[in-house]
T-cell receptor, first 112, second 113 residues
Framework: DVKVTQSSRYLVKRTGEKVFLECVQD?????MFWYRQDPGLGLRLIYF???????EKGDIPEGYSVSREKKERFSLILESASTNQTSMYLC???????????FGDGTRLSIL | AQTVTQSQPEMSVQEAETVTLSCTYD???????LFWYKQPPSRQMILVIR??????QNATENRFSVNFQKAAKSFSLKISDSQLGDAAMYFC??????????FGQGTRLTINP
C-alpha cells in the first residue's frame, strides 16, 4: 500500500508565524499535491509538483509557497500565517495519468 | 475551467436501504476520469470508485455503483444495502490531463440504524 505521511495531525500557530507542513511518501511517485479543505467548499488545490524542484500554482496559491528538494518530500509553507488560513490541509500523490490520488491523513491547522 | 457540483450538502438513509448521491461536472475535454472519494471521521480520503470517460459501461465496486451520463455530464453514486460504516463525507472529483483533481463541495451521508 502507498503510504503518505503528514508530519502533524493537529497544529496551532500564531498570526505572522512562518509555518511548515511536511508530507513524505514511501513510493517513487512524481506527482505530489497540497489541498486545503473547508466546509462547503470541498478540497481546493494550493500547489503541486511534478518532480524535484518543480512546482506549479494551483487554484489558491496566495499566501503559500512550496518546496520539493527530494522526490519523497513535499513541503507547504505559510510565509506569514493569517487567521483565514485556519483549515484542514491534505497532501496527495499519484503516479500515472488517470490513476486515483493517495491522500495523507490531513493536518488540522489553527491560526490564532 | 473544470467544475464539479454536488447539490446535496447532506443526505440520510435507513440502514440496509439504497441511497443515490448526485454529482454534475463541466469540462471541455473528451478524455477524463471521474472518482468518488469517501472521507470518514478519521479524515482518511478513501477511493470508492473510478470511471473512465471513454467507457460507456458504468463502474461497479461491490455495493457501490455509478450512473455515468456523459452527454448530461452527470456522475451519481448509488450505495446499495447501506451500512453504518458508510457514514462519511463523499466527494465527487474530476481529473484530466495534468493530474489535477477538481472536487465537488461534498455530501455528508448519515446512516440511520
Amino acid at each position: 500500500d502507498v503510504k503518505v505521511t503528514q508530519s502533524s495531525r493537529y497544529l496551532v500557530k500564531r498570526t505572522g508565524e512562518k509555518v511548515f507542513l511536511e508530507c513524505v511518501q514511501d513510493m517513487d511517485h512524481e506527482n505530489m499535491f497540497w489541498y486545503r479543505q473547508d466546509p462547503g467548499l470541498g478540497l481546493r488545490l494550493i500547489y503541486f509538483s511534478y518532480d524535484v524542484k518543480m512546482k506549479e500554482k494551483g487554484d489558491i496559491p496566495e499566501g503559500y509557497s512550496v518546496s520539493r528538494e527530494k522526490k519523497e518530500r513535499f513541503s507547504l509553507i505559510l510565509e506569514s500565517a493569517s487567521t483565514n488560513q485556519t483549515s484542514m490541509y491534505l497532501c496527495a500523490l499519484t503516479g500515472t495519468s488517470g490513476q486515483p490520488q493517495h491522500f495523507g491523513d490531513g493536518t488540522r491547522l489553527s491560526i490564532l | 475551467a473544470q467544475t464539479v457540483t454536488q447539490s446535496q450538502p447532506e443526505m440520510s438513509v435507513q440502514e440496509a436501504e439504497t441511497v443515490t448521491l448526485s454529482c454534475t461536472y463541466d469540462t471541455s475535454e473528451s478524455d477524463y476520469y471521474l472518482f468518488w472519494y469517501k472521507q470518514p471521521p478519521s479524515r482518511q480520503m478513501i477511493l470508492v470508485i473510478r470511471q473512465e470517460a471513454y467507457k460507456q459501461q458504468n463502474a461497479t465496486e461491490n455495493r457501490f455503483s455509478v450512473n455515468f451520463q456523459k452527454a448530461a455530464k452527470s456522475f451519481s453514486l448509488k450505495i446499495s444495502d447501506s451500512q453504518l460504516g458508510d457514514a462519511a463525507m463523499y466527494f465527487c472529483a474530476l481529473i484530466q490531463g495534468a493530474q489535477k483533481l477538481v472536487f465537488g463541495q461534498g455530501t455528508r451521508l448519515t446512516i440511520n440504524p
